[in-house]
């Protein structure tokens, strides 16, 4: 059965701001207390799928969180209004309100792992939120995320819709960011890719960063999918310590192709012989040496952190502005797409206000491969067509702030605005009562 994959991102909130959250991330903590601007921060984003909806990829959009989380900030013990509970949390812990005010599920490869009926033992689309577990910020995220993605996928005979795996130390999982579905005439792999080994104490570990995905989450996750073929990798402690604190900052691959930098994975030239032996001389892996392009000029540059979408023209790459203006990335990209590596066109797009917070390209979209019986039963409202962008546009226009510093998320109209907006927004789109403040 052929599978199309449909690429879901995440609309940008309109509380989108920098409050250097992501230690590990080192564009967030370079960035945090600068000025943000939501509304061209989400026209970014709608530009994005807007392209990648023009060369021919089903697309699909997922709304955002309400932010500021008041829930959160409840349950951390601040009462009263929203109101007096926003001034009390700015005064008393302003990070603590910057944590429930971020935006964060706009990066969406974050959302969930997403397995094919394909590869599931029982034939359903397998979806498990990922808990964030690693960060206070984003561990808000996966209760809402699954009310999202049920609401998206809603038939049950089509597909599973697991529980996030328990957030501790040991279940950390940060979703389809560290998982990689390559395929050939062959066979298909899921590759999943962890910072470390939980349980084991002699499991080498990154030193100065945290490891956010564990092997024992990553095996989890399979088990729950029925996945039969799956391949669990370690990344190299050296590159979460340079700041890949997801495996999509180093790695994308789809169907047989796999772009990945040199110092990416532990003992990477025996997994990739592993991997060519499941998936036969199809099988092309393009590793880009350190001599070409350092750790850190990756990280910079989020090359790796494109979109490698299957088009009628071939291979095609959603790089960030940045590898266009970096010599070494573009001479990277140039060499893919003049020499004979299957990438046949490279497009460079502004995503520069959620690039600011570490989120290319590849970041603000979940990708779910489906059948064209899957496809049609994904919720029609959030698929992409010219009258959805206009309506996204329209909506943006309306109701997102132009700025907003840390100061503002205090503001008790931007929490009301915010809320009318995706009141709003879950009307246009046909959701029904998605979150929490409809449901009474
Ligand atoms: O989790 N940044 C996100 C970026 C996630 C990128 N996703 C992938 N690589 N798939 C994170 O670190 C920064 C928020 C702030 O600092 O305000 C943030 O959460």
Redesign the pocket.
């Given at each position: 059965m052929t599978l199309r994959e449909l690429q879901l991102d995440g609309l940008v909130g309109p509380t989108h701001?920098?409050?250097?959250?992501?230690s590990g991330?080192i564009a967030?903590t370079s960035h945090?207390g600068a000025t943000s601007h939501p509304k061209a921060a989400a026209m970014q984003g709608l530009d994005k799928m807007a392209f990648v909806a023009s060369l021919g990829v089903e697309q699909a959009v997922m709304p955002p969180h309400m932010r500021p989380d008041v829930d959160a900030l409840r349950s951390l013990g601040f009462e009263g209004s929203s109101e007096n509970l926003l001034a009390a949390a700015q005064a008393e812990d302003p990070l603590l309100l910057?944590q429930t005010s971020?935006a964060?599920a706009m990066?969406t490869?974050?959302a969930a792992t997403v397995t094919p009926s394909s590869d599931s033992a029982d034939g359903r689309v397998h979806f498990t939120p990922a808990n964030l577990k690693s960060?206070f910020?984003?561990a808000i995220e996966p209760v809402q995320t699954g009310r999202l993605l049920e609401a998206i996928f809603p038939d049950r005979d089509l597909f599973a819709h697991h529980r996030p795996l328990l957030a501790c130390d040991q279940f950390g999982d940060e979703g389809a960011?560290n998982h990689t579905r390559l395929a050939t005439d062959d066979g298909v792999v899921n590759v999943f890719v962890y910072g470390v080994e939980a349980r084991n104490p002699e499991s080498p570990g990154p030193q100065v960063f945290p490891a956010r995905q564990t092997l024992e989450a990553s095996q989890a996750v399979a088990r729950l999918h029925t996945l039969r073929n799956a391949v669990f990798v370690q990344q190299t402690p050296e590159a979460i310590d340079a700041g890949v604190?997801?495996n999509?900052?180093i790695s994308v691959g789809s169907a047989h192709v796999l772009l990945v930098h040199e110092e990416a994975f532990r003992d990477q030239p025996e997994v990739l012989q592993q991997l060519a032996a499941t998936l036969g001389p199809q099988f092309t892996p393009l590793v880009v040496p350190s001599s070409s392009l350092s750790i850190s000029e990756a990280i910079q540059t989020y090359l790796f952190?494109s979109q490698l979408l299957e088009t009628s023209k071939g291979m095609t790459l959603i790089a960030p502005q940045d590898v266009e203006h970096h010599a070494a990335a573009r001479a990277v990209v140039d060499g893919w797409i003049t020499g004979d590596a299957p990438i046949s066109e490279v497009h460079y797009l502004n995503l520069r206000e959620s690039m600011q917070?570490?989120?290319g390209p590849?970041?603000l979209r979940l990708r779910v491969p489906l059948t064209p019986e899957e496809l049609n039963a994904v919720h029609p409202a959030v698929r992409w067509s010219d009258r959805l962008a206009a309506t996204l546009r329209s909506w943006v226009e309306r109701w997102y702030p132009a700025s907003l510093t840390p100061a503002d998320l205090a503001d008790p109209q931007l929490r009301r605005l915010t809320q009318d907006a995706l009141d709003d927004l879950t009307g246009l789109l046909n959701l029904g009562s998605v979150y929490p403040f409809q449901q009474g």
């Open positions: 701001n920098y409050a250097g959250l992501s991330n967030s945090g910057a971020s964060s990066w490869a974050n960060k910020h984003r960011a604190f997801h999509d900052v952190n917070n570490g989120g590849a970041c």
